[in-house]
């Protein structure tokens, strides 16, 4: 038996809107936990993937992307990210290598130069860039800020995701086994369920929607005698036009939506699922803070 003592820890995802984050935690957990779109502002709450080895168990918190607020929903988001910030362990901070330096990466930049947890900055994408050009981002990001590591790797491809899997572990203090070894969230299964239902209409529907979608699973229950799970949905948006677009010509739009959501859910629930989704409108619900709430995204635990 091995006399390494056992890791453990918490770890902040934290960076710009559509950098990768829940691309390479999903990738690390080695299955969906948080949605994945080519939208930007997708990932809404704190949401923490649980990823255990032998040696350690990594609880890998992914948070909003970074951006200025527009709305009630919008000061949540930042709220939840600038929270995650506190009492962790290491902090990853994950650029989009393929693109120059932002403001937006400048302003993160600033929120981390008072922390003393080690910050690893993660150049994500390399798959879309040149090695030069590469160096020369590592180079730029140097003089900006006192990195603990700096880590290239391509998390939709996988490409050195392994090796810093490996560097965060090393800077995990001995510590207890917080989650049981086989589980990958601590969020239940619902909010899970409607994040799925969310990440397929993000997909499938136009650029004017989808900061407008929330989801809400009303009801999700074991069919004893089919053994199917039946779950009923409801899919937010803010105004009548909004509303058919999600539905579509015939309900076409809708179908498909649940036609993919479905697959994600089985997988999640070892399953088959009897998925029933509806569309309603609620008007400006984004800055209406007891509804947002209602939807699981809640502030007040952090």
Do not use: C
């Amino acid at each position: 038996m091995s006399e390494d003592k056992f890791k453990s820890g918490f770890i902040s995802i934290i960076g710009r809107p559509n950098v990768g984050k829940s691309t390479f935690m999903n990738k690390v957990l080695g299955q969906k936990v948080a949605i994945m779109s080519d939208k930007p502002q997708t990932t809404r709450n704190k949401i923490q993937g649980v990823y255990t080895t032998e040696q350690s168990q990594m609880i890998f918190i992914d948070t909003p992307g970074i951006h200025k607020p527009k709305h009630q929903l919008g000061e949540h988001m930042m709220k939840v990210a600038r929270n995650t910030l506190r009492e962790t362990e290491v902090i990853l901070f994950i650029v989009n290598v393929a693109e120059e330096i932002g403001r937006g990466d400048e302003f993160i930049i600033e929120m981390l130069e008072h922390t003393s947890t080690p910050i690893v900055l993660v150049l994500n994408k390399i798959d879309l860039v040149h090695p030069d050009d590469l160096i020369k981002q590592i180079e730029v990001y140097k003089d900006k800020l006192n990195f603990s590591e700096i880590v290239p790797i391509s998390a939709l491809q996988g490409n050195n995701v392994d090796k810093l899997v490996e560097v965060i572990e090393s800077y995990l203090p001995e510590g207890p086994m917080y989650y049981p070894e086989d589980r990958v969230t601590d969020h239940p299964e619902h909010f899970i369920v409607s994040e799925l239902i969310r990440e397929k209409a993000l997909h499938l529907t136009s650029q004017e929607i989808p900061h407008a979608i929330g989801v809400e699973v009303e009801k999700m229950k074991a069919n004893e005698e089919g053994g199917k799970v039946h779950v009923q949905a409801t899919i937010y948006v803010e105004r009548e036009s909004q509303k058919g677009m999600v539905i579509g010509k015939g309900g076409k739009m809708l179908k498909e939506i649940g036609k993919l959501a479905r697959v994600d859910i089985e997988n999640l629930l070892g399953s088959k699922v009897y998925l029933e989704l509806w569309v309603k409108v609620q008007k400006d619900w984004r800055n209406k803070t007891n509804f947002i709430r209602s939807l699981g995204y809640r502030d007040d635990e952090y």
